[in-house]
T-cell receptor, first 115, second 113 residues
Framework: DSGVTQTPKHLITATGQRVTLRCSPR?????VYWYQQSLDQGLQFLIQ???????AKGNILERFSAQQFPDLHSELNLSSLELGDSALYFC??????????????FGPGTRLTVT | SQKIEQNSEALNIQEGKTATLTCNYT??????LQWYRQDPGRGPVFLLL?????KEKRKERLKVTFDTTLKQSLFHITASQPADSATYLC????????????FGKGTRLSVIA
């Protein structure tokens, strides 16, 4: 158990809908990262927050947004969903904003299926 | 363009042998490289980190090498066991510590008893 929690575990929704994925980082970790993993693309970095502020952006679509709250939990919002958004979404946390110096702890993921 | 390639999608080896996985990159100058293990349907788990000025790092049956001239990292599992069967991901930085990791697509290792 990494100490990172994600809810829900599974989500099935229809095209055009909006969903919210939730992540609670490990106790003491200030950085939260969101990743998308699909079979053909591998693990793709979406966005990073550090202590409530956006720190880095990756291949995140404009239809997707995220935030980190004062209690450090984070939410990833996906809107106008398309079939191609079906994937595993992982949240990870680390103690620092410098991810390379410290290992990242990954949550169990949310499997999103868009029908 | 920048690329990270892991040598093969799948690797099968006999129990007790050494598994060697390769991570090659182009057009990057990473300061660090990490290796993760991922089991089906689960999040990646950190294994080892190696810095550019370190040639080799060991942890129990695991060994990682980092050759910045060849732009390659090798990941070895000695005395492999069926429990080592998983997908192994390499990850490196693309801006020398300023942005998060970029992951390779992984190599799926199967250790056959």
């Amino acid at each position: 158990d990494s100490g990172v929690t994600q809810t829900p575990k599974h989500l099935i929704t229809a095209t055009g809908q909006r969903v919210t994925l939730r992540c609670s980082p490990r106790s003491g970790d200030l950085s939260v990262y969101w990743y998308q993993q699909s079979l053909d693309q591998g693990l793709q970095f979406l966005i990073q927050y550090y202590n409530g502020e956006e720190r880095a952006k990756g291949n995140i679509l404009e239809r997707f947004s995220a935030q980190q709250f004062p209690d450090l939990h984070s939410e990833l919002n996906l809107s106008s969903l398309e079939l191609g958004d079906s994937a595993l979404y992982f949240c990870a946390s680390s103690v620092s904003t410098a991810p390379l110096l410290y290992e990242q702890y990954f949550g169990p993921g949310t499997r999103l299926t868009v029908t | 363009s920048q690329k990270i390639e892991q040598n093969s999608e799948a690797l099968n080896i006999q129990e007790g042998k050494t598994a060697t996985l390769t991570c090659n990159y182009t057009n990057y100058s990473p300061a660090y490289l990490q290796w993760y293990r991922q089991d089906p349907g689960r999040g990646p788990v950190f294994l080892l980190l190696i810095r550019e000025n370190e040639k080799e790092k060991r942890k129990e049956r695991l060994k990682v090498t980092f050759d910045t001239t060849l732009k390659q990292s090798l990941f070895h599992i000695t005395a492999s066991q069926p429990a080592d069967s998983a997908t192994y991901l390499c990850a490196l930085d693309i801006s020398r510590g300023n942005t998060p990791l970029v992951f390779g697509k992984g190599t799926r290792l199967s250790v056959i008893a």
